[in-house]
């Protein structure tokens, strides 16, 4: 389920306990929150909490008890706007398990009607077809301590020698033993001093030594190329459920603009009756 009507989703508030409702006071039919006509109780808030998965346990209650809440009322709003039959194996479930059912039975109808593959590829298209072409720079190097261990260097690739060879003699980098070669690279992946040195270069081209934090170095520019774009069938899936999520966010938005939504005021609960489970049998 998507996060608008998870826990993980709703904003979580600490709530004071010095002012809530005694405990003694409240039953599980105590109504904490109104959607519209629908009463959201304290028994379900219990039921809600006590299904949160293992690691919301490390969370206290004046964590939970507003993002519990917050989650049965948005799953409330979502449950409203399900107008098809219900099928039966809801009606059989707990009131919590009815809403959450019959919300992701509105999310999955979303999905399957509010986002088309003519979406998916007008998505793709805007974000890919005239997207700025992005370098790769395919590089060697080769690393030493001194302007003078790399100047001489240098004289011998000028004198004829193979740039990996002399990489391979004098380099103390890691990619010395195969011939000091960095493979593909794109902007920002190397130090500054490094990647205007290579930018600079024309194909096949030579540096002239140049210091970096490492060392001295001297370089040479192997190849270039732009970027891959992703294909659509990389990328449909992801794109898809951004677009399924918005739309869902869109859904919501107008849901809550339409319904009337009630909830209390900060510290008009003891938080610590999300752990009453005894009030559910009262």
């Known amino acids: 389920m998507l996060k608008h009507v998870t826990f993980l989703g709703a ?4 709530l004071s306990l010095s002012n809530g409702a005694a405990a003694q006071d409240a039953t ?28 919301y346990a490390q969370f206290p209650n004046s964590v939970l008890f507003e993002g519990v809440l917050d989650q049965l009322i948005q799953q409330q709003l ?12 809801i009606e059989l479930a707990l009131k919590n398990e009815r809403r959450t059912l019959l919300a992701g039975e509105v999310i999955t109808e979303i999905a399957e009607t509010a986002v088309t593959e003519a979406d998916i590829q007008a998505a793709y298209d805007e974000r890919f077809a005239d997207a700025e072409e992005i370098p790769e720079f395919n590089a060697s190097h080769l690393l030493v301590e001194t302007e003078e261990e790399a100047n001489a260097a240098k004289a011998r690739i000028d ?37 205007n040195a290579i930018t600079s270069l ?3 081209a030579v540096s002239d030594p140049f210091e970096t934090q490492f060392g001295w170095h001297v370089a040479t520019l192997n190849e270039t190329r732009v970027q891959p774009q992703p294909t659509l069938e990389q990328v449909g899936r992801q794109i898809a459920a951004e677009l399924q999520e918005a739309a869902v966010t869109a859904k919501l938005e107008e849901l809550s603009a339409a319904a009337e939504v009630v909830k209390p005021e900060a510290d008009a609960f003891d938080v610590d009756l999300l752990d009453s489970v005894e009030l559910l049998d009262q």
């Open 11 to 14: 904003a979580v508030l600490a």
């Open 28 to 55: 599980a039919d105590t109504v904490v929150a109104t959607v519209g006509d629908t009463e959201i109780t304290l028994g379900e808030m219990i039921i809600a909490r006590a299904q949160l998965p293992q690691q």
């Open 202 to 204: 024309e194909v096949g």
């Open 78 to 89: 979502l449950a409203d706007a399900f107008d098809a039959d219900v099928p039966a194996r």
């Open 159 to 195: 004198e004829g020698a193979a740039f990996a060879d002399v990489a391979r003699d004098v380099s103390t980098g890691p990619t010395g033993p195969n011939g000091g070669n960095l493979g593909w690279f794109g902007s920002g992946a190397m130090v500054p001093e490094f990647e």
